[in-house]
């Protein structure tokens, strides 16, 4: 099952940006370098279907530093217009930017306070509302996230120019 996932990481890195690098893999975390940025990302636990848009998520650091930790969500499904898109970590909410099935950390000090409560928690999902009302959650396993957080930034940080 593990393998499984790890392939299924690796296979959306490859199709998300064949040049990247895979800088570490984990049981459900990759960190994978783009050249100017780099990033953590993971899929959801629920394997969408065959044609269906897979969940993925994921934490973006860039060399110029526009981009130092934001987190970021492709949903699973289209949430209705004027929904909330939340992510939960443990029962931590944090309200979203969205537009369409995309959602995203809305500035430095969320994606620190994200990751902060990342660091020590045990379940992490994003949930919204689709156009029936119906509220759906995107699940994820936080299995070797701040190791992937941490090795992307790494990798990033390297790449900075000095002022």
Not at 67 to 94: C, K, S, T, Y
Not at 130 to 135: F, L, V
Not at 138 to 161: E, H, N, V, W
């Amino acid at each position: 099952m593990v393998r499984a996932f790890l392939l299924l990481i690796f296979a959306t890195a490859a199709m998300a940006n064949a040049a990247g690098k895979i800088v570490y893999a984990g049981s459900a975390w990759a960190a994978i370098d783009r050249g100017g940025s780099c990033e953590a990302l993971s899929r959801s636990v629920r394997i969408a279907a065959k044609g269906k848009v897979q969940a993925q998520a994921g934490f973006t650091f860039s060399a110029d530093r526009q981009h130092w930790g934001e987190f970021h969500a492709q949903l699973r499904r289209m949430p209705r217009p004027g929904a909330a898109v939340m992510l939960r970590i443990d029962n931590r909410p944090f309200l979203l930017a969205a537009q369409g099935n995309q959602a995203w950390s809305d500035g430095p000090l969320q994606e620190q306070a994200i990751i902060a409560a990342l660091r020590n928690a045990t379940s992490m999902s994003v949930e919204s509302r689709d156009g029936a009302g119906q509220r759906f959650v995107d699940p994820y396993s936080l299995d070797d996230a701040a190791t992937a957080i941490d090795a992307a930034a790494a990798a990033c940080a390297g790449k900075m120019q000095r002022r």
